[in-house]
């Protein structure tokens, strides 16, 4: 397993547009389609990463707990297909999410939001400016630590409250994307 941290971009990026294939419903979703009246909630994910397996669970409880409010959740797999076909849009809709799964095949949504882990969270407000970016929580595959998703779950608490988000984000850590080598 390789330990590759996020990016920690800047606060107050804007997300970045998009219209990508939704591996569930078979439909392209834009950034419009999955984004809430009070924000949007983008991971970066894949099928075969430990990380994203060890988190897998509590992701589906995540999706369930926040259906239904104002915030959209999405994710995204990005990864190169061809050496992991895994990822692949065939896989992906094997799961059990309750929010959008797009398959990013040029892997252009994933450089513009400077993803650079699965998993890898980006949190925007509802002008979608970035209000947090970081980890599910301090749990990791093997650290003994119960995934509870605290960290995450805390920010997108306090963007639906309109309460501050603690700027103190913790970067999140899992596998490298798989980039193609175009």
Known sequence: ??????????????????????????????LADVAGSKGLLVMFICNHCPYVIHIEQALVALGKEFHGTDLGI???SANDVIDYPQDGPEY???????????????????????????????????SLQCVYRGQFDDSRPGNGKPVTGNDLRNAMTALLKGTPISPEQKSSIGCNIKWRAD
């Open 74 to 76: 999405v994710a995204i």
């Open 92 to 126: 992906m809709a094997q799961k059990s999410y309750a929010f959008p799964y797009l398959y990013d095949h040029e892997q252009s949504v994933a450089r513009a939001y400077h993803a650079e882990c699965t998993p890898d969270f980006f949190l925007f407000d509802g």
């Open 1 to 30: 397993m390789s330990l590759t941290p996020s990016s920690m971009i800047e606060l107050g990026f804007s997300a970045a547009d998009f219209t990508l294939p939704d591996v569930f419903s078979g439909t392209d979703k834009s």
